[in-house]
């Protein structure tokens, strides 16, 4: 009888032992719940000027919903034709309002998703010790002043600088003196930081580069004469086509968001 009563007892504690391993190995296999985009793909296409920003949020996003972003920098022109002949963008970044404006006229954008990131402010950028004397936007029409600007047909920078020089008169005193119009704002950088040039119109936050550092000194350029723009963002129709409304919604929402990595980088937060 105790014998029984001992191999009763010992096939229960075996029981328990294997209940017990069970429930253990079921706990620890459960999956834990994946990120909010898992395996999800959209494709941004950004002004080059944002270029240091955008790669960080891109990464920080990409670590947070577990989704991938592909990129295209370019000038806002640029990337404008990708958005109009391949629908090649699901969120959409221009370097100024104006040409997010075009991409609503021609149905190309989700008017809902539409938002102001930062301000854009112009400046005008010298080579560090401003050997040339530059002080004012009339100081770009002095002989022997060598000038760069962005293409107004490229970039956004361009099409801004153009109409700044214009509401000053200054557009045809300034031309002779231009050496070249660069297709993207960072090759305007690279001209004055390698002496190339003695001045460009540049955006603001362009100051915080490593590339900028002891290389360039910055003349604001007074508030009457400044044209200040914003740069904005919003989802494409293309992301509702192809699949990516979702994620792309997230994206757009994240960047508006982090203000604090726009900040860091130069650019002042839009706070309209």
């Excluded at 494709?43 to 270029?51: E, K, L, P, R």
């Excluded at 919903?65 to 002949?85: E, M, N, P």
């Excluded at 022997?144 to 600007?149: I, S």
């Excluded at 904005?232 to 929402?253: I, Q, R, S, W």
């Amino acid at each position: 009888m105790k014998s029984m009563k001992a191999l009763f007892l010992m096939a229960v504690l075996i029981g328990a032992v294997i209940g017990a391993g069970c429930l253990g190995s079921t706990n620890a296999s459960t999956p834990t719940k994946g990120k909010s985009f898992e395996g999800q793909t959209l494709t941004v296409c950004s002004g080059a000027g944002m270029i240091k920003p955008m790669n960080e949020l891109i990464k920080m996003f990409e670590n947070e919903t577990g989704a991938k972003v592909a990129v295209q920098y370019g000038g806002s022109s640029d990337i404008f034709g990708v958005l109009q002949t391949t629908c090649g963008c699901d969120v959409f970044i221009p370097g100024a309002w104006y040409y997010m404006e075009q991409a609503m006229k021609n149905g190309y954008i989700l008017n809902g998703t539409v938002a102001n990131l930062t301000y854009h402010i112009p400046v005008i950028a010298v080579p560090a010790g401003n050997p040339k004397g530059i002080h004012s936007l009339k100081d770009l029409t002095k002989p022997g002043v060598r000038v760069v600007l962005g293409d107004p047909k490229a970039c956004a920078i361009g099409k801004v600088t153009k109409k700044i020089l214009e509401k000053n008169g200054l557009w045809d005193k300034v031309k002779p003196n231009v050496v070249t119009f660069a297709p993207t704002v960072n090759q305007l950088l690279i001209y004055i930081t390698t002496g190339q040039a003695d001045a460009a119109i540049i955006w603001e936050d362009m100051v915080t580069w490593a590339q900028s550092k002891g290389k360039i000194e910055v003349v604001q350029i007074s508030p009457n004469e400044n044209l200040i723009k914003t740069i904005p963002t919003a989802v494409t129709t293309c992301a509702e086509k192809d699949g990516h409304l979702k994620v792309a919604e997230a994206f757009n929402a994240f960047i508006a968001n982090h203000t604090e990595v726009w900040e860091k980088w130069g650019f002042k937060p839009w706070k309209g």
